[in-house]
């Protein structure tokens, strides 16, 4: 099994910065990629990054140029850096981890709220 644990959310201003934290154990080999999604109140589930196992990272449109992902492979663990937020970004973010045969492992979840 992997687990992930989410950190780093909250209350932001726009314009604001925010860094979330993803720390995965338990049987963390053969992964695929490894990123962060995001769903809104009443919207679908979408990609914000991931990086994968060659390390190329995939942004979301919405999110490019604003967002930075990292990882600390020592760690195992993962960081979003969030500069520029925008209201539209308020949503609750989600650490998700696939492994080469498809299988996912989501964290908890971790709201991150901007507003004035």
């Known amino acids: 099994q992997v687990q992930l644990v989410e950190s780093g959310g909250g209350l932001v201003q726009p314009g604001g910065s925010l860094r979330l934290s993803c720390a995965a154990s338990g049987s963390i080999f053969s992964i695929d990629a490894m990123g962060w999604y995001r769903q809104a109140s009443g919207k679908e589930r979408e990609l914000v990054a991931i990086i994968t196992g060659g390390d190329r990272t995939i942004y979301g449109y919405s999110v490019k140029g604003r967002f930075t992902l990292s990882r600390d492979n020592a760690k195992n663990t993962i960081y979003l850096q969030m500069n520029s937020l925008k209201p539209e970004d308020t949503a609750v973010y989600y650490c998700?981890?696939?492994?080469?045969?498809?299988?996912?492992?989501w964290g908890q979840g971790t709201q991150v709220t901007v507003s004035s």
């Open positions: 998700n981890l696939r492994k080469t045969n498809g299988f996912q492992s």
